[in-house]
């Protein structure tokens, strides 16, 4: 059973429009999300997160949003830059100590 | 900022061998280190908690006979793929927490990619 789904497996987005990055959840324990970058043959980075006591975090060109009732957070990138392509992961924590990952999408964004 | 190094990057070995795979810190101290195991376009699974000084801990359906973790000192751990098979290719990815709070970001090695033949 998934708790941690992105649904979407790739995006394509123009160089420097929005990107938009969704995920949802199942748990409704978890408490903090995370959203992490990665390159291929790369680890992935830490990107951004948020607590549940937030709905909104910013950090520069990313900004990610949490809607506790809808179990749904997302990561907006603006402007979206070459750069920027890699596959990203939300992941999510809660009681429990490790973190639990979605599938990942594939941002690709042209030129 | 903290840099976690993970060796091999890749690995070719045969059916039958056991291959380890090193996890470093190398600007700070990691008294839990994680294992993560990723299928393509699959999701990060975690496979184990590597706990400084002591047993790891293992995630339901994975063979701690098979997958053993060693974590000797505050910087580094192990993971030996015991007697490979092909079904254990995959690529093999730790990570520590760079800082004491339960909820301090993840910092990644680069992966190793297993190929058993």
């Known amino acids: 059973d998934q708790q941690v789904k992105q649904n979407s497996p790739s995006l394509s987005v123009q160089e420097g429009r929005i990107s938009i990055l969704n995920c949802d959840y199942t748990?409704?324990?978890?408490?903090?999300f995370l959203w992490y970058k990665k390159y291929p043959a790369e680890g992935p980075t830490f990107l951004i997160s948020?607590?549940?006591?937030?709905d909104k975090n910013e950090d520069g060109r990313f900004t990610v949003f949490l809607n506790k009732s809808a179990k749904h957070l997302s990561l907006h990138i603006v402007p979206s830059q070459p750069g920027d392509s890699a596959v990203y992961f939300c992941?999510?924590?809660?009681?429990?100590?490790?973190?639990?990952f979605g599938s990942g999408t594939q941002l690709t964004v042209l030129p | 900022g903290a840099v976690v190094s993970q060796h091999p990057s890749r690995v070719i070995c045969k059916s039958g061998t056991s291959v380890k795979i090193e996890c470093r810190s190398l600007?700070?101290?990691?008294?839990?280190m994680f294992w993560y195991r990723q299928f393509p376009k699959q999701s990060l699974m975690l496979m184990a908690t590597?706990?400084?000084?002591?047993?790891?801990?293992?995630e339901q359906g994975v063979e701690k006979d098979k997958f053993l973790i060693n974590h000797a000192s505050l910087t580094l751990s192990t993971l030996t793929v015991t007697s490979a098979h092909p079904e254990d290719s995959s690529f093999y990815i730790c990570?520590?927490?760079?800082?004491?709070?339960?909820?301090?970001?993840?910092?990644f090695g680069n992966g190793t990619r297993l190929t058993v033949t």
């Open positions: 990570s520590a927490r760079g800082g004491r709070w339960e909820g301090s970001p993840l910092h």
């Open positions: 748990n409704s324990m978890f408490d903090y």
């Open positions: 948020i607590s549940s006591i937030k």
């Open positions: 992941a999510a924590k809660g009681s429990a100590r490790q973190l639990t």
């Open positions: 600007d700070f101290q990691a008294t839990t």
């Open positions: 590597s706990n400084e000084g002591s047993k790891a801990t293992y």
